[in-house]
Every structure is written in structure tokens, then in C-alpha cells.
């Protein structure tokens, strides 16, 4: 799930997965990814946001 360096993520990442799942929503391979790379400061919410957006309206 989170590489060694990111073991601080782990337990919130687990916490923020369970309340997705209790909404009736599945977290797929790709939003970990996603999640992880705003964590490691790699891209913005707000950049993350509108390249999702972007691709649901093409």
C-alpha cells in the first residue's frame, strides 16, 4: 500500500478507506496512488481534482 518512507500515511490511509467503504464506495488501486502522491507532496488536491474532472468530461 504505502511505501516504508510514507508508514506515516499508513494508519490514517487505512481510517479514510474504512469510512469510504461504510459509505457503500470501493477504493481502487488508482485512488491509493492518487491519495499517496498528494501525501508526498507530488501534485495538489486542486490539481489532482481538476485533472479527474478533465477526464470525466471528455
Request: net charge positive.
Amino acid at each position: 500500500m504505502c511505501k516504508s518512507s510514507d508508514k506515516r500515511y499508513t494508519l490514517p490511509m487505512k481510517n479514510a478507506e474504512a469510512s469510504v467503504r461504510m459509505e457503500g464506495c470501493q477504493v481502487t488501486p488508482q485512488m491509493r496512488e492518487q491519495c499517496q502522491r498528494v501525501l508526498r507532496g507530488e501534485v495538489t488536491t486542486a490539481d489532482l481534482l481538476r485533472q479527474v474532472l478533465g477526464e470525466a468530461i471528455k
